[in-house]
Structure formats: C-alpha cells, structure tokens
C-alpha cells in the first residue's frame, strides 16, 4: 500500500535530498520520500520492481521537510513539516514520525537495549512473521523511550512533544537491528500539511530521563491568532479568536496590548482543524481560544496585540503578536 519512507525503499535505494541548508545553528532539509513498494499501486500484490529502473525510484506524493536544532547540551529538536502534494485524503492510520533507528556501522556502539521511561528494560520478543525480526507494543507513560548499549552508559531516546505512551520496538539480534517508534496516528488531508515535534535526547539512560523530564516540565505553550489580523482597522467590542496547544495543557490564555493586560481570553473551543495539523496534543480539539478587544480606551494609531499561554506547569510564551490601527479611537 501508500507509503512514503524518507529513508528510502524496499530495493535499497536512497530517498535522497531535495534541499539542504545550514545557518545559526540550524540544520534544514526537504525529502521527497520513495514509495517504500514501488508497486505500491498494484491490485495483484506484486513487488517486482528493484530491477525495473523506470520503477525502482519512484517518489511518493509527499514533500517531508526536516529541521534539526540542539537546544540543550544532550537535546536536539526535530520538528516535522509534512505536505500532501497530492488531492487525495489519506485517512488516519500509524505513521513513523519518526522512527528511532541505532545503526553500528563501522564498529560503533551496538544500542540494543530499550527502556521505557520508567527506566524498565522492554524485551522485543514477539515473533514478527518467521523472518527472524521480533517486535513488541507497549506502553512509556513519560512520553519517551531510549536505546541503550549493554551497560546503559551509552545510548539516545526520543521524546514525542505531543506525549505519546504508546510505543512500538523492533529487533534482529543477528544485523543488528534496533529501532522503536511511537504509535502514532494521524492522516494527511489532501492537498494538505501535518507537523509534529519530537526531541532525541543523547546519553547515559539516567541522562536522557534527566533531560526527558526536564523537556516533559518546561515546554512551552505555542499557537496562533486567528482574528484581528495584520494592520486590520478595527473599532469597538472587537472579536479576538486562535488557538493554543502544549504538550500537557493550557491553563489560561490572555490578551495583552502595548504590553499591558487587556482581557482574559477562554481556551476550550472546538478546533478540529488544528488538531488534524498538530496531532496528539493535549485537550484537543477543545484548543481554540476567543475573546473580545474593548478599543473604547485606546488612541486611533497603531497598537500591539500580543496573546499570552501559560501552560499547566507553569510555563508562560507570548504564541502571536499582531498590529492594528483603532479607528476613532477616543484614549490619548
């Protein structure tokens, strides 16, 4: 069936980059990713194509979009741009974004060993068809998974910022080969994009909880503002609408303008649009947030909006500012 891979496809033959660039800090990439079955298409369930060269790189209809950035000492942030370049609804089911895979090549350190976040090793013992791989489903309720060496010194996990527990390890000792996933679920509406974030955290399993429960505690709310828009005129009781996500919850939302505190905003509004774009995150699709601008204070000229999330621990981000010109506005 459908099934891009940005690592490449079942006829050992490499995705590819489209575009790569390298500035403050940050590592950007874009892919279109090879149907995994370049047959994926056909109803006679053939996967004779590796030696059909008109076949074997055939893209996918995807554009995936990859951006890398340490923001701590042990953390990188993987953010994950995914568009539907196709007008094709393709419905909900589990996607690997992404996957975690521990390669040894070239003598490096073979990480087999696979904790949940209770620092629980997890054995990969279910038979996975009698080609020799194991897998086993289970559950990480901290949101993150780590693979480690034999001693638990050395190793990388990954944390889901939409705070994944369900979990998916792969093994074949005899490669070797290692990877977990999240079970992850979401479609990609046609012509559309999907995003999500995941973090890999490198280290020691004490570190990467360390660093995993410190990610968990102090991410920040994000969102946007939906209405009033950029250098819109505006006067009046004036309609303030958006949305805000965060990877345990949002506990309030407020309007600020020109710095100053101008309204409580209510958060809880149905937004199922977000939440297809943004999978997984926390209360939805109940993430949207409205209010109201009372201009009757306020001077005609120029103001800024900025909308402020504070998050269930505690954690405040300003998620989207704004400009708007108030008309016959009466304040000095």
Known sequence: GWNPVQGGNRCNRGSGVDALSSADGVLDLTTTPLFWNPNWDRTDCSSAACDDPSLRDRRSDVEVRQTLRFVRTHIVELTYTVTNLAAVDHRSTAQEMPTLYSANGRGGPDLYRLFDSTSTEVAIN???????????????????????????????????????????GWQLRSLPFNNVRGLFHFGIPASGTVYARAYLILGALGTVRAEAEWLDESIPPFGSLDAPTLDEVVSGEVPVRGWALD???????????????????????????????????????????????DTSGLSSCPHLLEVRAVDDDGNARVIARTRVTVAGGTGP
Request: net charge negative.
């Open 126 to 168: 279910v038979p996975a068809g009698g080609d020799g791989f194991y897998y086993r489903n289970f559950s990480s309720p901290g949101g993150w998974v780590s693979l480690q060496d034999e001693t638990a010194t050395y190793g990388v996990g990954i944390y889901y910022e939409n705070r994944l527990t369900e979990f998916q």
């Open 247 to 293: 990877n345990r919850g949002v506990a309030s939302v407020e309007l600020l303008v020109d710095g100053a505190h101008a309204a409580d905003l209510t958060h809880g509004g149905d937004r199922p649009d977000v939440c297809i774009a943004w999978p997984g995150y926390a209360g939805c699709p109940a993430v949207g947030f409205s209010g109201t601008l």
